[in-house]
Structures are given as C-alpha cells and as structure tokens.
T-cell receptor
C-alpha cells in the first residue's frame, strides 16, 4: 500500500507570493490533517478534512486555507507569503486512529 | 484542553546504553497516546501507540512505552540504543471529540548517540 505522498518536496518563494501544496493520502483514508513544523514552534496543527469538509482548524490566520477533493486528496494554500511561513508542512492521513505522515513539503520564503 | 510536555529538549547517550524519554500529558479522560520518530528532513513515523488495555506497549525498532495514569506519563524506553536511533522523538496525545480526532504533539526530544 502506498504511503502518504506530498508534492512538491521543496520549493522557494518570495514574500507576497502564494503557494499550493498537495497531499495524496493512503488509499481508503478519508481524514487528512496538515501541520506546520518550525524549529521554534514545533508541530502546529493547521486543519483537518474529512469527506471534503473541514472538521477542525488550528490557530492560523486566514491566509492559510485548504480543501479536500472527492478522492480524499487534499491541498493547502498559503497566500501573501511572509518570511515566517518558512517551514516544513506535513500532511497526515488517518482512519481515526494513528496519523500516517508524508515526508513533507519544505517551503522557504525569501 | 489537552497538552503534552516533553521536558528534555536534547539527550545524549552512548551506543549500547539504555534510553528513557519522558512524556507527560494533560487530558481529562483516558487518552490515546503515541510516540513518533523523525529523522532529519523526513516525516514522522509511528513507533508505538496506546489506546487501551495493557499499559506496557511494544513498538517497532525495539522501543516500548508504559502508560502510567497516576503520573500522567507515557515514557519511551529502549534497553540498548543503536547509532541509527539518533533522531527527534515526539510524544502525542489524541482524543475524539465531536466525531473528529485531535492530536496534540509535544515539542520533541532530540536524541544524539555517541560511539
């Protein structure tokens, strides 16, 4: 069974731009969660989607958004990028128990 | 609100020595508890989990953890550390509320293994 796939793995953007990250969950997993990981803040929960509906949201500004498609694939978008958005963005899928993580998308904002 | 505390930011052990990583959680009911490991530049891999039942849980790579309700702890142990165990370890607590699961992570413990 294929694991969680995140694309792209690495990307560099400049301040003010926007970015879209993609996550393909494990087959059969309908829940997808997104986390931001930075050295100073650790793992911070962004949001969780289940069957195309956002069920839970962390404490991030409205510049951070996401969606989930009917095949459970998910995307997250960050608009008007700031330097502080540089981070490893991790996606995890679940059937309701443990989270299965992808390898992450490393975003650098210059 | 649920929370996790990992009091040790960084731990150094010699190869072959035993290891214990501490984790304390805060949650009103019986939580789901997890330990994850992260190698540099990688995602998180599940080492073990506790949902219910036996309080001593065996995981992958020779790790085990013990749930102690009275101490609100879920410490991770390994009897003999290998150089490949050098990584960052995260304890997490999960709960189900309103039909969805919320997982909160600790700040992590970075393990260095010296020969």
């Amino acid at each position: 069974k294929a694991g969680v796939t995140q694309t792209p793995r690495y990307l560099i953007k400049t301040r003010g731009q926007q970015v879209t990250l993609s996550c393909s969950p494990i087959s059969g997993h309908r829940s997808v969660s997104w986390y931001q990981q930075t050295p100073g803040q650790g793992l911070q929960f962004l949001f969780e989607y289940f069957s195309e509906t956002q069920r839970n949201k962390g404490n991030f500004p409205g510049r951070f958004s996401g969606r989930q498609f009917s095949n459970s694939r998910s995307e997250m978008n960050v608009s008007t990028l700031e330097l502080g958005d540089s981070a490893l963005y991790l996606c995890a899928s679940s059937t309701g128990g443990e989270l299965f993580f992808g390898e992450g998308s490393r975003l650098t904002v210059l | 609100a649920q929370s996790v505390t990992q009091p040790d930011i960084h731990i150094t052990v010699s190869e072959g020595a035993s290891l214990e990583l501490r984790c304390n959680y805060s949650y009103g009911a019986t939580p789901y508890l997890f330990w994850y490991v992260q190698s540099p530049g990688q995602g998180l891999q599940l080492l073990l989990k506790y949902f219910s039942g036996d309080t001593l849980v065996q995981g992958i790579k020779g790790f085990e953890a013990e749930f102690k309700r009275s101490q609100s702890s879920f410490n991770l142990r390994k009897p003999s550390v290998h150089w490949s165990d050098a990584a960052e370890y995260f304890c997490a607590v999960g709960s189900t509320s309103g039909g969805y699961q919320k997982v909160t992570f600790g700040t992590g413990t970075k393990l260095q293994v010296i020969p």
